[in-house]
Every structure is written in C-alpha cells, then in structure tokens.
C-alpha cells in the first residue's frame, strides 16, 4: 500500500465523513421550528416571567425561531416550573409565527 492510498483511505475519507455530518447536524438544528412549536409558545408566551420573555424575543432572528434556539428556550421555560401543552395541530407556519411576533412586539413596545 502507497502512502498516499493509505492517506486516503484512512485519514482523508473519515475526516471528510465526520465533515459532512457536522454540516448536515448543523443546518438541521439551525431550521425553523414548525407551527405547533409556534403555537404552543404564543400560549405559554404571556405567562412567561419577564426574563423569559426576554429570552423569547432576543432568540427571534430575521422573523424566525431556531430549533435551538426553541430547545434552550423550553429546557429554561421547564426549569422554571412551566408547563406547555401543545394545542390541536395546525399547518400554518406563518399564522402562527405572526401570532407569536405581535405578542413579542407588544411586549417590546406597550401601548401607553
């Protein structure tokens, strides 16, 4: 066996496949939540303490909320005692998104 064969074979091949995984891995937890996700947020969202709504709002990016981001938000949202159920299904993402994004603006912003 040629050093070089033996390189590829045993070096360069697995360093390329743990790559791979490591950007698939990433890109599928960078993905949106979906619109149950989104749903069950906006009804918990109002009884959330102040920080966590914070949390909420600071973990919007460009309109959207992460996998990971929802994850850190729910382990956080458990840890302080909250329970939430996810309502009956629904297929708009969108609805949901807005529905969640005006309660976060009117939080961010009140009405005086």
């Known amino acids: 066996m040629t050093p070089a064969k033996f390189f590829l074979s045993y070096t360069a091949v ?6 791979l995984v490591a950007v698939w891995a ?22 959330f303490t102040p920080a966590l709504q914070r ?11 992460s996998k990971s981001d929802y ?4 382990r956080d949202a458990l840890d302080g005692g909250y329970v939430i159920d996810w309502p009956a299904t629904t297929g708009d993402v969108g ?7 005006g309660l976060v603006g009117s939080e961010a912003h009140p009405a005086r």
Do not use: C, T, W
């Open 26 to 47: 990433f890109n599928h937890e960078s993905g949106e939540i979906d619109a149950r996700q989104y749903a069950a947020l906006a009804a918990a969202y109002p009884s």
């Open 95 to 101: 609805a949901e998104r807005g529905k969640l994004l």
């Open 71 to 74: 994850g850190s938000i729910m």
């Open 55 to 65: 949390e909420v709002g600071d973990a919007i990016h460009d309109g959207k909320l």
């Open 14 to 19: 697995p360093f390329v496949a743990i790559v």
